[in-house]
C-alpha cells in the first residue's frame, strides 16, 4: 500500500468521491474512468499496489487475465455486449499518469473519438494491448 497512491487509496475506498463497481475478483477493484475515451470507460486496477506495465513479467500474465476478464465483465453489467468491439490497454511509462499499474477497458471501440483514437492507438509508442 502506498497512501501517496490515488488508485492504492481508491482500492482501499479511501476516496470517496470514486464509486466501485461490482468486481468478482477480490484482488482487483473497477471504477470508472474520470476523463472517460468512450462511452464505457473502466480502469481495472489490483488492489496490491503494483508499479506501471513495464514492471510486469510472465508471472504477471494470470493477473494481466484476470484483469481483462474483469473488464469484460463490468461491461457486461453495464449492457453493454459487443466483445469484440472493445479496447483494452496500458499507457507506457512515461505516458501513464498514475504508477500503479491500470488496464484501460473502452467501449465500444469503434465510438471512439479522433483524439481517444490517438490517444488509445492500439499498440503504439505509449499504449500497448
Avoid at 468512450?38 to 486496477?45: C, G, S, T
Avoid at 510486469?56 to 466483445?83: C, T, W, Y
Avoid at 512515461?94 to 492500439?122: K, T
Wanted: charged letters at 20%; one cysteine or more.
Amino acid at each position: 500500500y502506498d497512501g501517496k497512491c490515488v488508485f492504492c487509496r481508491i482500492a482501499r475506498r479511501e476516496e470517496p468521491g470514486t464509486a466501485l463497481l461490482p468486481c468478482e475478483d477480490e484482488d482487483l477493484v473497477c471504477f470508472r474512468d474520470i476523463k472517460p475515451g468512450a462511452p464505457h470507460h473502466y480502469l481495472v486496477v489490483p488492489v496490491k499496489h503494483m508499479g506501471n506495465c513495464k514492471t510486469l513479467k510472465s508471472e504477471h500474465i494470470p493477473l494481466v487475465r484476470r484483469m481483462m476478464e474483469v473488464g469484460k465483465a463490468v461491461l457486461q453489467k453495464n449492457n453493454f455486449n459487443d466483445l469484440n468491439d472493445v479496447r483494452m490497454g496500458f499507457h507506457w511509462p512515461p505516458f501513464c499518469s498514475i504508477a500503479h499499474l491500470h488496464l484501460h477497458v473502452l467501449a465500444p471501440d469503434s465510438q471512439l473519438g479522433f483524439l481517444s483514437r490517438i490517444y488509445y492507438r492500439i499498440n503504439s509508442y505509449w499504449f500497448i494491448t
